[in-house]
T-cell receptor, first 109, second 113 residues
Framework: GQQVQQSPTSLVLQEGENAELQCNFS?????MQWFYQRPGGSLVSVFY???GTKQSGRLTSTTVIKERRSSLHISSSQITDSGTYLC???????????FGTGTRLQVLP | NAGVIQTPRHKVTGKGQEATLWCEPI?????VFWYRQTIVQGLEFLTY????????DSGMPKERFSAQMPNQSHSTLKIQSTQPQDSAVYLC???????????FGSGTRLLVI
């Protein structure tokens, strides 16, 4: 089965609304990282967050290793937040990075 | 820090031709990864080097794909006898190592016609 699952698959918001993106993993890991990608664009690291909570501006990531989950919270969403958010874990036995299938976020004016 | 540099940004090849993709990792990073991204399959792991040594190539199609890292400043991904299904964005990433974050390059968009 898939080692990294993200939900929701897609999300449409009105500008100013908050978003909560989830990432669940089924295996032990070394690290976890959130990435952002615009259509046709490269992967940009949003958070490197193997455990605990990190905040950067309107973005907050919380990873709970024991519960095998991580979340990305976007507050007061803006149109420029639109894109795909991917979570990735580094497997503890191989150090290989495995990606989820992503959440496609669309923020409307 | 110029980040991870991938060249070329775009490549168009005819079916059956060879394609070589280049990656220059961030200086000092000991781990280099290659991924392939398509709309249908998403991000697929291809191969991984640590300190220039191949560690895991479990994602590499065995027959036509090969990757090398001859020195710490660059890695290459070579595809022989390219097929239309090889069309994808090929991404390279580097990392300081275990328990470190990963930085991706902008990718090489390969189109096989």
């Amino acid at each position: 089965g898939q080692q990294v699952q993200q939900s929701p698959t897609s999300l449409v918001l009105q500008e100013g609304e908050n978003a909560e993106l989830q990432c669940n993993f089924s295996t032990s890991l070394n690290s976890m990282q959130w990435f952002y990608q615009r259509p046709g664009g490269s992967l940009v690291s949003v958070f490197y967050n193997p455990s605990g909570t990190k905040q950067s501006g309107r973005l907050t990531s919380t990873t709970v290793i024991k519960e095998r989950r991580s979340s990305l919270h976007i507050s007061s969403s803006q149109i420029t937040d639109s894109g795909t958010y991917l979570c990735a874990i580094s497997l503890s036995n191989t150090n290989k990075v495995v990606f989820g299938t992503g959440t496609r976020l669309q923020v409307l004016p | 820090n110029a980040g991870v540099i991938q060249t070329p940004r775009h490549k168009v090849t005819g079916k059956g031709q060879e394609a070589t993709l280049w990656c220059e990792p961030i200086s000092g990073h000991s781990a280099v990864f290659w991924y392939r991204q398509t709309i249908v399959q998403g991000l697929e792991f291809l191969t991984y080097f640590r300190n220039q040594a191949p560690i895991d190539d479990s994602g590499m199609p065995k027959e036509r794909f090969s990757a090398q890292m001859p020195n710490q400043s660059h890695s290459t991904l070579k595809i022989q006898s390219t097929q239309p299904q090889d069309s994808a964005v090929y991404l390279c990433a580097s990392s300081l190592g275990k328990n470190s974050d990963y930085t991706f390059g902008s990718g090489t968009r390969l189109l096989v016609i």
